[in-house]
C-alpha cells in the first residue's frame, strides 16, 4: 500500500494590502479628491462670473435710463425753461398786468392788474408749495371777498422754486408760466385758475410729475379761460415759454425771513412780513381786517 503523501503547501493571498498597494490607493484618492476640488472650484467660478455679470448688466441698465431720464430733463428744460437761472425782472417779458417793479399780479375790485386803495396784501406761492396750497384752501374765500368789499388788494407772486421736485418736468415754471399766461391774454379769469392749481385734490403732490401741459389748459379753461389762449400754454420761444423768464425771476424778488431765507409760502401786510398760523380760518381775514382800521 502506498504511503500517504503530504499534502501540498498552497498561496494564501494576504488579507491586508501590501505597503505598495497602501500607497497606490492614497495617491487615487487624493487625484479624487483633487479632481472633486477642481470641479468644485470651477462651478464656484461660474456661479461667481455670473453674478458678476448680472450686476453689471444691472448696472448698465440703471445708468442708461438714469441718463435717458436726464436727457429728457434736459430736453423739457430746454423748451420751457429760462436760459439764464435767475434774470434781472428788467430782462424779461412779463404779463401786461404785472407790476414792473414786483412782477406781482394786483387783484383789486377794479380787477386784475389794478392795484386798488387800502391795504395791500403781497402772497409769494410756488404751484407744488404743499403749505401754499393750504394758504389758499384756507384764506382764498376771504382774501376774494375783501378784495371785492373791502378796497384791499392782493398781489400774487407765483414763484417757480420747486422745479427739482416734480421727476424732471419742471412743473413749476409750466404752471407758474400757464398763470402768466392767464394773467396776460385772459385777466378777469386769473383768479380761478390760481385757485384751481391750489384746490385740495387737483394741487400735485411734491416728488410728482406735476400736472400734465392738457390739464393746465382744462383746469384754466373751466376758469373761463379760452381755448386759444390755453393753446399758448406751450408756446416755445428762443427763450423757453413765453413767460419762462418771468417765473425764473421772481424768486430772487421773495422777501427774506429772520434766518435769511426766501420760502413759501411767504404773506406781507402793507409791506411788513405777516407770522400769524395761515392754516387758522380767519386769522389772515383779522389781520388785514385791523390794518384796514
Given at each position: 500500500?502506498?504511503?500517504?503523501?503530504?499534502?501540498?503547501?498552497?498561496?494564501?493571498?494576504?488579507?491586508h494590502p501590501t505597503r505598495d498597494q497602501r500607497r497606490e490607493l492614497a495617491r487615487q484618492q487624493a487625484r479624487e479628491a483633487r479632481e472633486r476640488q477642481q470641479r468644485?472650484?470651477?462651478?464656484?467660478?461660474?456661479?461667481?462670473?455670473?453674478?458678476?455679470?448680472?450686476?453689471?448688466?444691472?448696472?448698465?441698465?440703471?445708468?442708461?435710463?438714469?441718463?435717458?431720464?436726464?436727457?429728457?430733463?434736459?430736453?423739457?428744460?430746454?423748451?420751457?425753461l429760462y436760459p439764464t437761472q435767475?434774470?434781472?425782472?428788467?430782462?424779461?417779458?412779463?404779463?401786461?398786468?404785472a407790476d414792473p417793479q414786483t412782477g406781482g399780479l394786483p387783484v383789486s375790485a377794479?380787477?386784475?392788474?389794478?392795484?386798488?386803495?387800502?391795504?395791500?396784501?403781497?402772497?409769494?406761492?410756488?404751484?407744488?408749495?404743499?403749505?401754499?396750497?393750504?394758504l389758499?384752501?384756507?384764506?382764498?374765500d376771504d382774501l376774494a371777498e375783501l378784495v371785492?368789499?373791502?378796497?384791499?388788494?392782493?398781489?400774487?407772486?407765483?414763484?417757480?422754486v420747486l422745479d427739482e421736485l416734480?421727476?424732471?418736468?419742471?412743473?413749476?415754471?409750466?404752471?407758474?408760466?400757464a398763470l402768466g399766461v392767464v394773467a396776460d391774454?385772459?385777466?378777469?379769469?386769473?383768479?380761478?385758475?390760481?385757485?384751481?392749481?391750489?384746490?385740495?385734490?387737483?394741487?400735485?403732490?411734491?416728488?410728482?410729475?406735476?400736472?400734465?401741459?392738457?390739464?393746465?389748459?382744462?383746469?384754466?379753461?373751466s376758469a373761463g379761460v379760452p381755448a386759444d389762449v390755453t393753446a399758448t400754454f406751450t408756446t416755445s420761444t428762443p427763450k423757453g415759454r413765453l413767460f419762462a423768464g418771468w417765473a425764473a425771476a421772481t424768486p430772487a424778488l421773495i422777501p427774506l425771513n429772520a434766518q435769511g431765507k426766501a420760502v413759501t409760502p411767504t404773506v406781507l401786510i402793507d409791506g411788513e412780513r405777516w407770522e400769524g398760523d395761515f392754516t387758522v380760518p380767519g386769522a389772515l381775514r383779522a389781520a388785514i381786517e385791523t390794518a384796514i382800521g
Open positions: 500500500m502506498p504511503a500517504p503523501q503530504s499534502p501540498q503547501p498552497t498561496s494564501q493571498k494576504s488579507p468644485a472650484a470651477r462651478r464656484t467660478r461660474l456661479v461667481v462670473v455670473a453674478l458678476v455679470v448680472v450686476a453689471v448688466l444691472g448696472l448698465v441698465a440703471a445708468l442708461v435710463s438714469a441718463v435717458l431720464r436726464a436727457q429728457e430733463g434736459r430736453v423739457v428744460a430746454a423748451d420751457v435767475s434774470p434781472a425782472l428788467a430782462d424779461v417779458t412779463l404779463p401786461a398786468t377794479a380787477g386784475v392788474g389794478s392795484v386798488g386803495d387800502g391795504v395791500t396784501v403781497d402772497v409769494y406761492l410756488d404751484p407744488m408749495c404743499p403749505w401754499c396750497g393750504v389758499e384752501q384756507v384764506n382764498g371785492a368789499q373791502q378796497g384791499v388788494t392782493v398781489v400774487y407772486h407765483p414763484v417757480a416734480s421727476r424732471g418736468t419742471v412743473y413749476s415754471t409750466r404752471a407758474v408760466n391774454r385772459a385777466p378777469a379769469a386769473f383768479p380761478a385758475f390760481l385757485a384751481s392749481l391750489f384746490a385740495e385734490g387737483t394741487q400735485p403732490q411734491e416728488g410728482s410729475e406735476g400736472l400734465d401741459d392738457d390739464t393746465l389748459a382744462s383746469l384754466a379753461e
